[in-house]
């Protein structure tokens, strides 16, 4: 039988791809600072020296394991735009689904982006990818308003992704339970209600 | 608190020093980098120093950190002192302009540290209390003013007040842009707006 280098690499790209989630995982218990060669390749069940066949440094392995995340919000949230443009979700289960992608569906992958939020000052490589992400909320939140008539949904949308962001760090602090979902959406509607009188506050 | 005498003081002195090192080193480095070694080194004092004043480093790291909450909370509360004061005699935009800038007044490195507090306190329990009273404190803050100014539910609108500061901070930790402030003290003015149901003008 030839040799199928197509199945070889695919097989590569899975062990790459399992080191990857590995890093994950291993930024969530022990943040940035416990991503070593060794503890993710323990993590992934692999030998130690796999990490680096694949990734040259440690910085690199974590870039890459947070450019992952934001590959995985742009694709949820061009497939959230999708549904809306073509009027599968409505309105408000929009601005839901919204919310449950930043940060209900994922806690884990919350925490580990901001671990990259507060790193990419020390770690240069994960400006980029977390470039990416913050894109990736920014135009999500602004499809949204403007799908419900908000001027200047560029802007305004940063002021949204704010408030998300700033609820889903709160509950990584302190979690209050149920009230934290129920004050977020409170607080988005007031919020929406009052751009939809105002439109932008008045210069 | 009575008053120390010398001796104690000194001591107290260079324990003070040792967590700003702290707190340096965790702005540099991350929780995980904190080290006696390290921080003995950014406090420049004696390697024997550290572990003097702390048994472990997560009580150093937990120190760190309430030393942090201890200024929130002194921040705060002459926040509130002050705002006694203004209430009566500033415009609603003009209070609000103030408060954005108390509370965005800590260095951005503060800020960053308190963060990793916050992301570090689900796996660090010496955190959890810290970073609580931390939240707590501003939120209280907030919920006290825009009550005063008669918000409809205070509580849920001090959270969004410091839930927009805290988004904000952390995407500009990220990735800063020219316009931050700008966007952050029209956000807060319309914080308030949807909050006190009634529209806001701009003094100037």
Redesign the interface.
Known sequence: MPVRPQSHYARGHARRAKVLEATIEVIA??????VTHRSVAARAEVPSSTPSYFFTSIDELIGAAITTIAEQVVTAVDELITAATAGVVDEDEFADQLVELMSDARPQLV?VQ?????????RPDL?AP??EI?RGFDAATAQALRAVGVVDAD?VA??F???????A??R???SRGEEDRA??T??LR??L???R??G???? | MSRPRTHYLRGEARRALVLDAAVEVIA??????VTHRAVARAAEVPLSTTSYFFGSLDELVGAAVTRIADGVLADVDSLLTDAAGMAATSSIDGYIDRFVDIITAPRARQI?VQ??A??????RVELVEP??R???AYESAATTVLGALGAT?PE?AG??L???????A??R???PRP?DHE??R??V???A???LGV????AS
Request: charged residues 25%.
């Open positions: 218990e022990r943040g940035i600072e416990g925490r901001f671990e990259a939020y507060l790193a990419s000052e020390r400006q977390v470039q913050m802007l940063r002021q992704v704010a408030v998300i962001d700033g609820f760090l709160h990584i602090a302190w004050a977020l409170a607080v007031r919020l209600d009052s751009y009188g105002e932008r506050a008045p210069a | 540099d480095h991350g929780l995980e980098g960053l963060f990793e916050y992301l570090g306190s689900t796996r970073v609580q931390i939240v707590q539910d849920r959270r969004h410091v839930a927009v500061l805290d988004g904000f952390i995407n930790l990220a990735h316009d966007l952050l029209e956000a003015q319309l914080v707006a949807a909050h529209p806001l003008t701009r």
